[in-house]
């Protein structure tokens, strides 16, 4: 269920949270929502996988793996998108709680998932940007 009442700064995070996810579906303007992404994040950014072992990424080290499976033919039609989520914002810095799901097919054999994402932004001159993210998916 929507607020009632969002204020600007909760839709500018929930459009950057949607373009988040926008780039990791394969088909039209790919490449371009790729290129994007970087953009998101503070050069800084921590981002962090718990599934299994821990293990944790920069802006690049993230991108480059995802870019070579989304552009690859191991995978098609793949897709992830928020299921649900909160935002919550206190004055520079903001919290995006969200559960997500996925899915795909590899070798002929369709594929689904799910999991879990925080994601952590600040507000900067530009506008905000995301400062951290981690995530892990369901067992």
Do not use: N
């Not at 371009?32 to 962090?48: K, M, N």
């Not at 480059?64 to 520079?92: C, K």
């Not at 995006?96 to 070798?107: D, L, R």
């Not at 002929?108 to 995530?135: E, Y």
């Amino acid at each position: 269920m929507t607020p009632l009442h969002v204020t600007d700064d909760e839709r500018a995070i929930d459009d950057l949270v949607r373009t988040f996810f926008a780039a990791f579906t394969q088909g039209p303007d790919l490449s371009a929502r790729l290129d994007q992404l970087a953009g998101l994040f503070l050069p800084e950014a921590l981002i962090v996988r718990t599934c299994g072992a821990v293990t944790t990424y920069d802006v690049a080290e993230f991108i480059a793996p995802r870019r070579e499976l989304l552009t690859s033919s191991r995978i098609a039609g793949f897709r992830e998108w928020e299921v649900a989520g909160t935002t919550q914002v206190y004055g520079d810095v903001a919290h995006h709680w969200c559960t997500y799901a996925k899915a795909w097919t590899e070798g002929g054999v369709a594929v689904t998932g799910a999991g879990g994402k925080t994601m952590q932004f600040v507000r900067i001159g530009s506008g905000w940007k995301i400062s951290a993210v981690a995530w892990d998916d369901e067992r």
